[in-house]
């Protein structure tokens, strides 16, 4: 039933699992070794782009690339200051801080209701000088995009680089009409899709 709310399951969890709820999450969070040894070397190329990252992940597979004093959870320090290259900035908190976590329904108003949180959001979001590409997020998942565009409802004037907004998606070549639909709903929030064939492997 809540496999389409992960939000909602994982506050549910949390309130019946209380004590246990921590030790069940940093469970999700692990990866079996064979399985690791498996993996392509993904953080480590992203690693070396040597860009600023933002992510809402909260584990540390990734920011365990990163010097300590570059790994950034703290919404309260959360400023310009930390959009340097090699830099990482956790803005659900990181699972080994409990208490910066936000995953629950109350966590994640919280957060996104605090004046300084939404501060920095706009002064990395609104601000030209950043070229963002979102990796592995998924658009439905509207957290960060939501924050983005709810600027560009009616009433509001859009900032004139909306426009450079992409998605890449995955199409097999006989979903033309799925195609279309997708770029009805993407043109909604200003963003031009890209379509791309999985014909071959899926």
């Known amino acids: ?48 782009i040597g860009a600023t990252y933002v992510t809402t992940n909260i584990d540390d597979h990734f920011s365990c690339l990163f010097d300590s004093n570059n790994v950034h959870y703290e919404p309260k320090k959360f400023s310009p200051a930390v959009l340097k290259p090699k830099n990482i900035v956790h803005l659900h908190g990181v699972i080994n801080k409990p208490d910066s976590l936000v995953m629950t329904i109350d966590e994640y108003l919280n957060r996104y209701q605090d004046d300084e949180f939404r501060r920095f959001l706009k002064g990395v979001f609104y601000d030209e000088q950043y070229c963002f590409l979102f990796l592995g997020y998924g658009v439905d998942e509207m957290e960060i995009i939501d924050f983005i565009v709810q600027k560009y409802s009616k009433g509001h004037k859009p900032l004139h680089f909306i426009n450079h907004f992409y998605v890449l998606l995955p199409f097999f070549y006989n979903e033309e009409t799925l195609y279309q639909y997708e770029e009805l709903y993407f043109d909604q929030i200003k963003m031009t899709v890209i379509p791309y064939s999985i014909n071959a492997k899926g």
Do not use: C, H, Q, W
């Open 1 to 48: 039933k809540y496999a389409g709310s992960p939000r909602k399951l994982i506050t549910i969890a949390e309130k019946i699992l209380k004590k246990n709820y921590l030790e069940e999450l940093k469970k999700t969070l692990r990866v079996a070794s064979d399985r690791k040894a498996k993996m392509p070397n993904l953080f480590n190329n992203l690693f070396s």
